[in-house]
């Protein structure tokens, strides 16, 4: 597995953006999908967005849809996440992950789910507050 770095977290008042960047730290690899997941303290982690290389598929959580937008770089394996409107119930740690070879599972349109992916970064802070 390869570490995944992100940045741009923050503190942002309600209605406010941000954007929040991942790309590998060290050694380049080749991924299949890139996503964002997020942790709020006392819940599980839990799936944000995510990326398809091969096919441009992108894919939300209802509860972001029409707020964040998911976007990269497949030849650099870089993603963003594009947070706009942001609510006090976005605060979480957000964690990059990439899926990549020996990945668990069979090929998809898309991936939501935490086993599918192999790498992971240390996650950002991200808070939502007046």
């Known amino acids: 597995q390869v570490q995944l770095e992100e940045s741009g977290g923050g503190l942002v008042q309600p209605e406010g953006s941000l954007r929040l960047s991942c790309a590998p730290s060290?050694?380049?690899?080749?991924?299949?999908?890139m996503g964002w997941f997020r942790q709020a303290p006392g819940k599980e982690r839990e799936f944000v967005a995510t990326?398809?290389?091969?096919?441009?598929?992108?894919y939300y959580d209802e509860s972001v849809k029409g707020r964040f937008t998911i976007s990269g770089d497949s030849a650099k394996n870089t993603v963003y996440l594009q947070m706009n409107s942001l609510r006090p119930e976005d605060t979480a740690v957000y964690y990059c992950?990439?899926?990549?070879?020996?990945?668990?599972?069979?090929?998809?349109?898309?991936?939501?789910?935490?086993?599918?992916?192999?790498?992971w970064g240390q996650g950002t802070q991200v808070t939502v507050s007046s």
């Open positions: 992950a990439g899926r990549s070879s020996g990945a668990y599972g069979s090929p998809k349109n898309y991936y939501t789910k935490k086993y599918e992916y192999n790498n």
């Open positions: 060290g050694r380049t690899f080749s991924t299949y999908a």
């Open positions: 990326i398809t290389w091969s096919s441009g598929i992108t």
